[in-house]
């Protein structure tokens, strides 16, 4: 319940801002975000790019397990996180780790962490039903999300999603390769407006 009422926080304050539909992009639990907002808000939507998104449905238990990794109650559990996001330990790890708990450590996070169920996660109907145009980002560096989630986007995202699996990526590419990620999201979206 009380990802459902973020939820509708959110999609109120984006749908107040755009007055005009737009591309929405979304990493991670942003890409869970950018799903429900696109359901909700299809108007709103020109084309939805989503980056190792979060939501993928699974058992209460899976998702306990996955959630345990943002409990970042040492200064390893922050590095083991970064060398999850990035792959290896960027510079200044230790400074970046400590910067990392402390934003980790929010109540209001942790709490939505404590309150998230399975049942709250999307379905398959949901993701078969999007309008909008969608461009899946996976990289096949990405050490966050668990196994079966990738498939999951895949076997139920609509047969017009374009899927791009680049070999260097992590769970945040837009950090490290903001450059040719924005290359990749850019033909994709003028081969949409190609085809329509």
Same mark, same amino acid.
């Given at each position: 319940?009380?990802? +459902?009422?973020?939820?509708?926080?959110?999609?109120?304050?984006?749908?107040?801002?755009?007055?005009?539909?737009?591309?929405?992009?979304?990493?991670?639990?942003?890409g869970?975000?950018?799903?429900?907002?696109?359901?909700?808000?299809?108007?709103?939507?020109?084309?939805?790019?989503?980056? #190792?998104?979060?939501?993928?449905?699974? #058992?209460?238990?899976?998702?306990?397990?996955?959630?345990n990794? +943002?409990?970042?109650?040492?200064q390893?559990?922050?590095?083991?996180?970064?060398?999850r996001v990035?792959?290896?330990l960027?510079? +200044?790890?230790k400074?970046?780790?400590? !910067?990392? /708990? *402390? !934003?980790? #450590?929010?109540?209001?996070?942790q709490? /939505?962490?404590?309150?998230? !169920?399975? #049942?709250?996660?999307? =379905? *398959?109907?949901?993701l078969?039903?999007?309008?909008?145009?969608?461009?899946?980002?996976?990289?096949?560096?990405?050490?966050?999300?668990?196994?079966?989630?990738?498939?999951?986007?895949?076997k139920?995202?609509?047969?017009? =999603? !374009?899927?791009?699996?680049?070999?260097?990526?992590?769970? *945040?590419? +837009?950090?490290?390769?903001?450059?040719?990620?924005?290359?990749?999201?850019?033909?994709?979206?003028?081969?949409?407006?190609?085809?329509?």
């Amino acid at each position: 319940q009380a990802q +459902f009422e973020y939820q509708a926080t959110v999609n109120q304050a984006v749908a107040e801002v755009l007055d005009e539909p737009a591309v929405i992009f979304g990493n991670s639990l942003g890409g869970f975000l950018a799903i429900r907002f696109a359901l909700a808000h299809p108007e709103k939507v020109k084309a939805l790019v989503l980056c #190792s998104p979060g939501g993928a449905a699974m #058992s209460d238990e899976d998702l306990q397990n996955f959630l345990n990794i +943002f409990r970042l109650d040492t200064q390893e559990d922050a590095l083991e996180l970064l060398k999850r996001v990035f792959g290896k330990l960027p510079r +200044f790890s230790k400074f970046i780790a400590w !910067r990392m /708990r *402390a !934003r980790f #450590s929010s109540k209001v996070l942790q709490d /939505r962490l404590d309150k998230l !169920r399975s #049942s709250e996660l999307l =379905t *398959a109907e949901e993701l078969q039903s999007l309008k909008v145009p969608v461009v899946l980002v996976w990289g096949k560096e990405d050490n966050v999300m668990p196994d079966g989630c990738l498939d999951f986007f895949q076997k139920n995202l609509p047969p017009h =999603t !374009r899927v791009i699996e680049p070999d260097e990526y992590g769970h *945040a590419p +837009f950090i490290r390769y903001s450059r040719s990620l924005s290359n990749y999201i850019l033909d994709a979206l003028t081969e949409i407006a190609m085809q329509r």
